[in-house]
């Protein structure tokens, strides 16, 4: 047996009852290794993902060259990217156990 | 917080949804062993120290909505659970993934959390087939950006 995370799929149904993000842009803010993300990333248009520590960041970067997905992942902090970036830019962000 | 949350809005298309998802502030993390629906240990987690950012995660929560920039949803609870076979692949699991978690390189946390797993093994091993779960109470809010 190898580790399982919410195979119960309790956060991904919690997620999709409250947000469509069928064909959306995306933004994820504390994406860590994916764990979230590979969950829902098949339905939107595009996952953009931000992970300020390094070793989560290379983890959902080794895990996304096995998947087609429509993801970008950046090793950047919240501050940094959202300096560098258009308002108006998402549809919908996660802040994915990332504000405390 | 607020300030990461008026970026955010910024960077929303307008009528867009940020979906924030933080631990709750009650129930505590909790370690279960467990053997179908049988559960032969149930502990809170030690490290368990940061009740007062998941407050603070919500009023800054309320801040936005009551400055009228976010329409807030009533929060969504729900467990994030993790399962392993053993204690030794629980333990393996956190030490990369809680990594970069502060709470855990205290030593009298790191002790207190390793005396708890310990007792976790001995359920184990009196309930072959058991699995250990890491259970975690979060709470999920949906906020659409208002101008």
């Known amino acids: ?100 | 917080m607020v300030h990461a949350l008026e970026e955010i809005h910024r960077l929303l298309q307008p009528t867009g949804t940020l979906i924030e998802i933080h631990p709750a502030v009650e129930p505590p993390p909790f370690v279960e062993v467990r053997s179908g629906g049988t559960v032969s240990l149930s502990e809170k987690d030690p490290a368990f120290d940061y009740a007062d950012d998941s407050v603070h995660a919500e009023a800054a929560v309320a801040t936005v909505a009551e400055r009228g920039m976010f329409a807030a949803d009533e929060p969504r609870p729900f467990e994030l659970r993790t399962h392993a076979a053993s204690v030794a692949e629980m333990k393996g699991y956190w030490s990369v993934y809680g990594a970069y978690d502060p709470e855990e390189r205290e030593e009298s946390l790191v002790r207190r959390k390793d005396e708890m797993y310990e007792r976790a093994a001995e359920a184990m091993e009196r309930f072959p087939g058991s699995e250990i779960v890491f259970v975690e109470p979060a709470m999920m809010t949906r906020l659409i950006r208002r101008d």
């Open chain 1, 1 to 100: 047996m190898t580790i399982r995370v919410d195979p119960e799929g309790n956060e991904t149904a919690a997620l999709f009852d409250l947000v469509d993000v069928q064909g959306r842009e995306v933004l994820e803010i504390g994406c860590g290794d994916g764990r979230l993300t590979w969950r829902y990333a098949d339905r939107a248009a595009h996952v953009t993902a931000i992970e300020p520590f390094e070793g989560s960041i290379a983890r959902a970067r080794e895990r996304l060259r096995e998947t087609n997905l429509s993801v970008e992942l950046r090793h950047v902090s919240f501050e940094e990217f959202a300096s560098g970036t258009n308002a108006d830019s998402f549809d919908v962000t996660l802040l994915s156990w990332s504000l405390c």
